[in-house]
């Protein structure tokens, strides 16, 4: 029985001038995957995101996103996929229930529909007493957890996640795995970036790009036992030590 691929990549290249950004990786993402996309800064992490999310335009190769051509139908794959960037993504001056009414509303549920989810949302993210306070007056724990059940608030088959944890403490990180590992038991596939190599043991499989290339990809244990070594953390500073990019 053939396999299920939500993501399907060859090739894919994107250059900026003379500069190659990201050069020809190829790699699958099944269905209901946690796929861990790390590198170090610059490694081209969030350019492919953005292709692959039909926000950029490939320079060359191919890619399959949910069924759909990241060149010909990019604006397809925008509106069934999930995305939360690292740049944080809600409306600070809305309310917490006025930027799930907002983005509700851009992925095109019904007034119901988006009333039922975010009383949902909110009783498990126990933020039922905030829903009318402005989203600056959350902590950022709180204001990431949220970003990341809106992003989620429509269903979609895939949500990718750009650094969801940068700058929150150990317990939040933890609290947001837990939402992201019962995402993916719901049949949700999820394809991080994160810098924190402890949350990469979290991941099915996980991808490391250096320079733009993925030189690694495996399992947590696969990558371990493959370098002789017991950590993620040692995998990838071994890998990363290979970088001759400057950060971007």
């Not at 989620?152 to 590992?181: A, C, K, Q, S, Y």
């Not at 994160?194 to 490391?208: G, L, Q, W």
């Amino acid at each position: 029985m053939p396999e299920n691929y939500l993501i399907e990549v060859n090739n894919l290249t994107k250059r900026f001038g003379a500069f190659t950004a990201v050069d020809s990786i190829s790699f699958n993402v099944r269905q209901g995957e946690i796929f861990g996309f790390l590198g170090a800064n610059g490694a081209g992490k969030t350019t492919a995101i953005k292709m692959l999310s039909g926000l950029l335009t490939p320079s060359s190769g191919d890619a399959k996103v949910i069924g759909f051509d990241v060149k010909t139908h990019a604006e397809k794959i925008k509106k069934n996929i999930g995305y939360m960037s690292q740049r944080f993504s809600l409306y600070e001056d809305l309310t917490v229930f006025e930027n799930m009414r907002f983005y509700g509303g851009i992925y095109g549920l019904r007034s119901i529909e988006i009333n039922t989810k975010a009383e949902e949302i909110l009783n498990v993210l126990n933020l039922l007493n905030e829903r009318n306070i402005l989203v600056k007056s959350l902590p950022l724990g709180w204001k990431q957890k949220l970003a990341f059940s809106i992003s989620i608030l429509h269903n979609p088959p895939l949500v990718f996640l750009d650094e969801p944890t940068g700058g929150v403490d150990p317990i939040t990180r933890r609290e947001f795995w837990e939402l992201i590992m019962e995402a993916a038991n719901r049949g949700t596939t999820l394809f991080v970036t994160t810098h924190y190599m402890d949350e990469a043991e979290y991941c099915n499989r996980v991808s490391i790009m250096v320079d733009g290339k993925i030189e690694a990809l495996g399992t947590p244990l696969e990558l371990r036992q493959q370098m002789g070594v017991t950590n993620m953390e040692a995998v990838f500073l071994s890998l990363a030590r290979k970088s001759s990019r400057s950060e971007l």
